[in-house]
């Protein structure tokens, strides 16, 4: 006798078992079945065929990923936790974009060319404002900066 949970199967575990096609002990036959007819009806398709493809997409900043990091399960308050212990002050804004994507944090070496598109052009803003001796607000330079960079390619949709 298969016992059910109330308790949700997390996202990545249904991935999984989606994928995988085959059912696992605990699932029973009727909600296997359940689940495979779901899996299988032309909306459900629809939207896993677009969520794929947008995955896939190149039509980002610079025409690189989509957005990723290296953060992990853990949040980025909790990376923002950390970075503060390190830093023995509370990280700006940048500091933690360039620390949650980096290789293993290492500050220099950009997980993608979206990431390093967007630290530069923080960092060209940052350039800008120190010459015209304007006062820098990090935390929210890189958010208007973000902002800017992406609504040049705004018109841009997956292929």
């Known amino acids: 006798m298969v016992v059910q949970s109330k308790r949700p199967i997390p996202r990545h575990m249904m991935s999984d078992i989606k994928t995988g096609g085959k059912k696992p002990d605990f699932v029973s036959e009727d909600s296997w079945e359940n689940w495979k007819q779901k899996w299988n ?17 190149k039509a980002t900043i610079g025409g690189s990923t989509p957005s990723t ?7 980025h308050y909790e990376h ?3 970075l503060a212990r390190k830093l023995g002050r509370p990280p700006t804004a940048p500091e933690l974009f ?13 997980i993608n060319e979206k990431s390093k598109d967007v630290n530069d052009a923080i960092q060209a803003k940052q350039e800008q404002l120190t010459q015209n ?5 990090e935390n929210n330079m890189r958010l208007d900066e973000i902002d800017d960079h992406t609504s040049d390619d705004a018109n841009l949709s997956p292929q």
Not at 102 to 110: E, H, Q, R, S, V
């Open 80 to 82: 923002g936790k950390r």
């Open 41 to 57: 009806t032309p909306k459900l398709q629809k939207v896993c065929d677009q969520n794929s493809k947008n995955r896939k997409s």
């Open 69 to 75: 990091h290296t953060g992990g399960t853990a949040t």
């Open 98 to 110: 360039v620390h949650t994507n980096t290789k293993n944090g290492d500050d220099k070496t950009f």
């Open 133 to 137: 001796n304007e006062t820098i607000d």
